[in-house]
């Protein structure tokens, strides 16, 4: 008898343990290629950031509103090469990101900037999803577009720092 239950245990975790492993992610380096459909097809460098939650692209005279009762956000992106079009996308929410000025984690001097957060399509690949992005001026850094934790989850990624530009240019 209880050999005939271990073995129905077994066998029902195995049922449980197998979409995890069926589901091996998608091997990506630190900077990867990625279109932004919704953005007119923009071609734009990105770097894979498991440090960071949300994903944030590079964004100037950014400037919330309201469009029939709805938060909506006018941008420009903030990029080398990029034309002056401007973009409006409705408000998915308003994220509070935590800065610091040094290394030193226990400090919390400086106050969260808020960032309007907009869903957006992005493709990696053939692959593509929507995720959550934030809008703020990145043009200070080498790489106009941050991939954060949660949109390497949607994409189902993992990232080798090891490897640079592992994906095809984005064809979704």
């Known amino acids: 008898m209880e050999a005939q239950y271990v073995k129905s245990l077994l066998a029902l975790l195995s049922l ?85 000025s040094e290394e030193d984690e226990d400090e919390d001097t400086a106050a969260p900037t808020k960032r309007p957060v907009v869903d957006l399509e992005l493709c990696l690949g053939n692959v593509k999803r929507t995720v959550e992005v934030n809008l703020t001026d990145r043009s200070s850094f080498n790489y106009p577009l941050l991939i954060g934790a949660k949109a390497l989850r949607e994409f189902g990624a993992a990232v080798n720092p090891a490897r640079r530009f592992t994906a095809d240019k984005p064809d979704c």
């Open 16 to 100: 449980i343990a197998l979409p995890v492993l069926a589901a091996e992610p998608t091997l990506y380096g630190r900077y990867e290629y990625i279109a932004l459909p919704e953005i007119g097809g923009e071609v734009l460098k990105a770097k894979m950031d498991t440090g960071a939650l949300t994903a944030s692209l590079s964004a100037k005279d950014i400037e919330t509103f309201t469009r029939d009762g709805e938060d909506w956000v006018r941008f420009r992106l903030a990029t080398k090469d990029a034309s002056n079009k401007v973009y409006e996308h409705k408000v998915a929410r308003i994220s509070k990101i935590k800065t610091r």
